[in-house]
């Protein structure tokens, strides 16, 4: 299985940004669809954005259209998403998952089968 490994988390004031990345520690994730989730203490586990493998399609909540980029580089193995015009509410631990198949439910996080372990994101008012 492959091991998913997150980067980038931190602490910022709102309105300021963050840059996360998902890696894949053995395997290529550029054959993976992959999601962005988030959870924060007390709270589910919510959908953030997700990307196909190709790249071609994207998807995001929209408590962070507009404000959140995925984007993905096949060629260095990663998933990255942009965080711009952070707000406190965006706290949370933030999670990369892959599936091989482009999940009907895409916002359900048991279409998900790989997961990392997660970077926290605190954004301060």
């Known amino acids: 299985q492959v091991q998913l490994i997150e980067s980038g988390g931190g602490l910022v004031q709102a309105g300021g940004s963050l840059r996360l990345s998902c890696a894949a520690s053995r395997r290529t994730v550029r054959t993976y669809n992959t999601g962005w989730f988030r959870q924060a203490p007390g709270k589910e586990r919510e959908f953030v954005a997700v990307i196909s493998w190709t790249g071609s399609s994207t998807y995001y909540a929209d408590s962070v259209k507009g404000r959140f980029t995925i984007s993905r580089d096949n060629a260095k193995n990663t998933v990255t998403l942009q965080m711009n015009s952070l707000k406190p509410e965006d706290t949370a631990v933030y999670y990369c998952?892959?599936?091989?198949?482009?999940?009907?439910?895409?916002?359900?996080?048991?279409?998900?089968?790989?997961w990392g372990q997660g970077t926290q994101v605190t954004v301060s008012s």
């Open positions: 998952a892959t599936t091989v198949v482009f999940p009907t439910d895409y916002r359900h996080p048991n279409e998900y089968n790989n």
